[in-house]
């Protein structure tokens, strides 16, 4: 079999996958759009109940991260098909295109025998190649929900300062909010969830249900302490203004740790990256030349000896 019918194999075989993938990817998202319209058409709401913040594990973990569309877990399991369809196919033609044949073969002219070294990465690399593409959406993801988890985290503190402030000049938690909300950006993780606070409780919804669905579309460690301390601060009647003051020192002392245990692990991170990339640079300078001649050497000699 020819390398050109090899690639031309290859090629109708993703197209195909990729027709497939996409087929049932449609069949699945119009099926949950079905569900979804015909749940919520069944379903009455009740202000008093706590509804879900998200359906199921991939969708909680998609909303989690910023993707709040209901086809967006679909799309992310799409995409790390197609990603590794995609791998599977740059490996197989890396491999019946005749390079890793060539590669293997300049491979065998290295001397002093580091040729059994070298070639298994030259046969494992494009396997492990399909592996990252196939991981580069679920990073993709995960990335973006660690900027999401950062960012709130650099604006609770300053937020709860402001309205701590407020409510000790006069205002209620929800004016303070409100104001608040005005200097905000739109694009803001933490004011998107507020206003959504906000949404929940013009609905009718109680106070306590609204701070725990404010709490559950971000899951942060401190705004859901800081949740929970509102909500018992209301029903045990105390000052909102003190319980804001409080949790905005518990938040900004509990960054000021981690940036200290952060700064305290630097020196220990810092010798992997000095041993694995700096250290080799300074023994190949000056031990380089006389390596190459020591290779050569035991070249010869083997070869002499055969």
Same mark, same amino acid.
Request: net charge positive.
């Given at each position: 079999m020819s390398v050109s019918l090899r690639i031309l194999i290859v090629l109708t075989l993703w197209a195909v996958l990729a027709f497939v993938v996409a087929l049932l990817w449609n069949r699945y998202r119009s099926r949950s759009e079905a569900i979804e319209r015909l749940r919520r058409d069944t379903t009455p709401i009740k202000p008093s109940e706590e509804p879900d913040i998200a359906h199921g594990w991939l969708r909680r973990r998609?909303?989690?991260?910023?993707?709040?569309?209901?086809? !967006?877990? =679909?799309? $992310?399991?799409?995409? =790390?098909?197609?990603?590794?369809?995609?791998?599977?196919?740059?490996?197989?033609?890396?491999?019946?295109?005749?390079?890793? @044949?060539?590669?293997?073969?300049?491979?065998?002219?290295?001397?002093?025998?580091?040729?059994?070294?070298? /070639?298994?990465?030259?046969?494992?690399?494009?396997w492990l190649i399909a592996i990252i593409l196939a991981s580069l959406p679920i990073l993709v993801v995960r990335a973006s #929900? &660690?900027? *999401?988890?950062?960012?709130?985290? #650099?604006?609770?503190?300053? !937020?709860?300062?402001?309205?701590a402030t407020l409510s000790e000049g006069?205002?209620?938690?929800?004016? /303070?909010?409100?104001?608040?909300?005005? =200097?905000? &950006?739109?694009? @803001?993780?933490? /004011?998107?969830?507020?206003?959504?606070?906000? #949404?929940?409780?013009?609905?009718?919804? @109680?106070?306590?249900? /609204?701070? #725990? &669905?404010?709490?559950? *579309?971000?899951?942060?460690?401190?705004l859901t302490r800081f949740t929970a301390a509102m909500i018992q601060s209301e029903q045990m009647g105390a000052s909102v203004s003190e319980t804001l003051r409080l949790q905005a020192e518990d938040v900004r002392a509990e960054r000021r740790e981690k940036s200290m245990a952060f700064a305290q692990s630097l020196a220990t991170k810092r010798?992997?990256?000095?041993?694995?990339?700096?250290?080799?640079? $300074?023994?190949?300078?000056?031990?380089?030349?006389?390596? =190459?001649?020591?290779?050569?050497?035991v070249d010869s000699l083997t070869g002499g000896g055969g």
């Open positions: 998609m909303m989690l991260a910023g993707y709040s569309t209901p086809s !967006a877990g =679909t799309l $992310l399991v799409s995409a =790390t098909i197609l990603m590794l369809v995609s791998g599977l196919f740059c490996a197989l033609l890396f491999r019946w295109s005749g390079l890793q @044949r060539v590669f293997l073969e300049g491979i065998e002219s290295v001397p002093g025998g580091l040729s059994g070294m070298l /070639a298994p990465v030259v046969i494992v690399s494009p #929900r &660690r900027a *999401r988890v950062l960012q709130v985290s #650099r604006d609770l503190p300053l !937020a709860m300062d402001l309205w006069g205002l209620g938690f929800d004016a /303070a909010l409100d104001r608040w909300q005005r =200097t905000q &950006r739109p694009d @803001r993780v933490l /004011a998107s969830a507020c206003r959504g606070f906000q #949404r929940d409780l013009l609905g009718g919804m @109680r106070r306590s249900v /609204a701070f #725990r &669905r404010l709490a559950g *579309r971000l899951d942060v460690p401190p010798v992997i990256p000095l041993v694995v990339c700096f250290l080799p640079g $300074l023994f190949v300078w000056p031990l380089g030349p006389f390596f =190459t001649q020591l290779l050569r050497i």
